[in-house]
């Protein structure tokens, strides 16, 4: 027990890489699966078959794979990133795919009619995505993306494979130097549990704010 | 320019297919200002879809709709070389097209006056204390002063469908596309939503009124249509058409719609 308490510091750092690596992905997920999310919607064959075969080509791949890929393969392609933007990278590439998914649902789950109204009265297609489509796609969309972000802070833990010293990889150094493993991946899986339960609760409070949204 | 004469809706020669379906066969029809037009007949005449075409909700492939001088769905040019237009130009020429919908369609998400609201102040450009008044004018002409700040779903279907005309015509549409509104209510909440359409007509608003309420076609158009396999057969004023119909199929549709039939109801 005293040795985890000894290597609090040392994970905290681990820590600090976990939660920038995750709320990099987060970030950038978010902003491109929306965006490609409402063109794979709205948009005409050429916008909506790339983005079809990126979220199924990506979808079908391993994340490790795609960590590798980006870390050591694509410096062969002459694309050299250290290991934290190449885990980032390959991190965000592979959840924007679900974030896609997750979108398109949502949006879809709108029906037609309220297109219809927000055409009719004089909108323009980013209007009606803001005023009409978006607030009540929110609601389809949250509880399926928090599990998305959940999925990406436990999934931060694989960049400890290509050497980035995120809570995982702190974790097992320090076991490395006191070989206790026990109380160290004991407190390990504490910090994971901890962020995602209060990512968790803070998705049904959310649930909540949305709920009087009704068709 | 616009010849002074012409109506403020044109349909010329318009066609339109689904697949190999033709849903849409040289339709001609013309509106002028202050008329009101009721569409009749079967499902799957080609009614809704020709009405959706009018603020192109509905593309149509072959020949011209224009609006108050405006083609709606394609800048000018000619046959198989003029282009769709783009986003912007069709919100513009929409916003001064009023449609009312069979489901209402009110926006979830927003209260009774939000719904009105939304239109005068992202359209229009109203500011929001302005846009609430007018909204809030326009709920109380159809009855409703009492229920600005509930949202839809606390609405009964009457006075959704009520929101939704005052949504319509808050925005001071040039025309007016009613789409069988009182076909999803129950029948004892149809009166109010049809007198707030009377009320509308009597004030001089032009409308294009797609129903199957027959004694309200009759009572509020000054012309009524028979469309049928996606054609006008039969055209001409209210007491021609519902009260001593010649066309054959027209005969066999009045008589089909009910057993009490639907004019003697309302005589």
Redesign the interface.
């Given at each position: 027990m005293r040795t985890a308490i000894e290597s609090l510091p040392f994970l905290w750092q681990g820590l600090l890489v976990t939660l920038e690596v995750s709320a990099l992905v987060v970030a950038i997920s978010l902003v491109i699966g929306v965006v490609a999310g409402v063109g794979i919607v709205y948009g005409p064959r050429l916008v909506y078959w790339p983005i079809r075969l990126y979220s199924d080509l990506i979808r079908g791949i391993p994340v490790l794979v795609l960590i590798f890929f980006v870390y050591y393969g694509l410096p062969a392609l002459g694309l050299n990133l250290d290991a934290f933007w190449a885990a980032v990278a390959a991190l965000a590439a592979f959840k924007t795919a679900h974030v896609i998914e997750i979108a398109r649902g949502a949006i879809q789950s709108i029906?037609y009619?309220?297109t219809?109204?927000?055409?009719?009265?004089?909108?323009?297609?980013w209007?009606r995505m803001h005023?009409?489509v978006f607030?009540?796609a929110v609601r389809r969309f949250l509880p399926p993306w928090i599990n998305a972000v959940t999925d990406a802070v436990k999934g931060s833990a694989l960049v400890s494979l290509i050497g980035v010293v995120d809570l995982m990889l702190a974790v097992q150094k320090v076991i490395g130097r006191t070989y206790e493993p026990m109380p160290l991946y004991v407190t390990g899986a504490i910090i994971y549990f901890l962020i995602n339960y209060t990512l968790s609760s803070l998705s049904r409070r959310l649930e909540t704010r949305f709920a009087?949204?009704?068709? | 320019m616009r010849p002074l004469s012409e109506p403020i809706v044109r349909v010329r020669k318009v066609g339109k297919s689904f697949g190999e379906h033709r849903v849409l066969e040289a339709v001609d029809l013309d509106v002028e200002r202050a008329q009101v037009v009721a569409i009749i007949g079967p499902s799957g005449g080609g009614k809704t879809t020709l009405l959706r075409c009018v603020n192109l909700l509905e593309t149509y492939d072959e020949g011209s709709i224009r609006v108050d001088g405006v083609e709606v769905g394609y800048r000018d040019g000619d046959g198989a070389r003029r282009r769709p237009r783009g986003d912007r130009e069709l919100a513009r020429i929409r916003a001064d097209i009023g449609m009312v919908f069979q489901l209402f369609n009110l926006f979830p998400h927003l209260t009774a006056a939000e719904n009105v609201m939304l239109g005068l102040r992202k359209v229009r450009g109203l500011p929001k204390e302005k846009a609430r008044e007018r909204a809030l004018a326009w709920l109380a002409r159809v009855g409703l002063s009492d229920k600005v700040d509930s949202l839809p779903a606390q609405l009964s279907g009457g006075q959704q469908q009520r929101v939704g005309i005052a949504r319509a015509v808050a925005m001071e549409p040039k025309v007016l596309l009613l789409d069988e509104i009182t076909s999803a209510l129950d029948p004892e909440l149809v009166g109010e939503v049809l007198a707030v359409v009377q009320q509308l007509a009597k004030e001089g608003m032009t409308m294009i009124v797609v129903t199957h309420e027959m004694g309200f076609a009759r009572d509020i158009s000054d012309r009524v249509v028979f469309m049928e396999r996606g054609r006008i057969a039969a055209e001409g004023s209210p007491a021609e058409l519902l009260v001593r119909p010649q066309h054959e199929r027209l005969k066999t549709f009045l008589s089909s719609l009910n057993p009490i039939h639907a004019l003697e109801r309302s005589e």
């Open positions: 029906h009619g309220q219809d109204a927000a055409k009719a009265i004089g909108l323009t297609f209007q005023h009409v607030p009540q009087h949204i009704r068709e | -």
